[in-house]
C-alpha cells in the first residue's frame, strides 16, 4: 500500500469515528431530553437526530455540515439519463472538508423490532418486514444498490426488543437470506462507550449501529 492511501484510509477512518462519536452524543441527547416515541417512524427518529446534531457543540468543533434526506450524486440524473423521481436519498449524511477534499460519510437508517407489537394508534408492527427491509433496502444498497461506492454505516432504531434479540433475529433473517458468514457480530470497538457491530462481505465490510429506543 502507497504512504498516499495509507494516509487517505487514515483520514477516512478517523473522519468515521469522528462521525460516530457526534451520531452517538445527540443519542444521548435525544435519551436525556425524553422528546421521542417509540411509534415514530424512521425518517422523525433521523430528522430529530440531526436537529441535535446541529446544535452539538462537538459537531461545530468539528466543522462538521449534517444533513437528512440528501441525495445522492447520480451520474445518470445529473447528465439526463434518468429521471429526478429515481433519485436516491440517503438518510443522514456528513460532510467535512481535508486539504481541499470534501469528506462524506452516509448513515443509513430502519425502524426495527423483535417481534410483532402494537403501536399507541392500534396499527400492528411486522418485525418480520422490518427485519428484511433492514436487509434488503438497507445491507443491500451498500453492497450492490445506490450505495455501494460510498462510505457509510446502518443504523438501527429499537422500537421493540433489546439489543441482543434484535441482533440475533436479524441474524437468523441474514443466514436464511444470504449466508451465515455475513452476519452481524462485536468485534471489540467501542466509540462513547458503544458497542460498534460490523458484518462482512464479499466486497467490503459495513458497521452497524444500533439505538436503544425501548430499554
Known sequence: MSKSLHLINKINL?????????LIKSYHTCLSNKIYSIDWEEKTFSSHLVSIMKKCKLAKEYEFTITKEEELEDYEIDNGLKPPNKANPIDIRFHNIWLNQRLDYNVEAKNISASQWKKTSGSIVNASSQKKEYITK??????TGHFKNKKGCMLAYIVNGSVEEVISRLNGKIEFQKNKSEIIFYDNLSV?????FQSNHTNRNLKHLFFDFVN
Not at 478517523?14 to 457526534?22: L, M, Y
Not at 438497507?138 to 453492497?143: T, V
Open 14 to 22: 478517523s473522519f468515521e469515528i469522528k462521525c460516530f462519536e457526534v
Open 138 to 143: 438497507g445491507i443491500d444498497r451498500f453492497l
Open 192 to 196: 462513547s462507550k458503544l458497542k460498534i
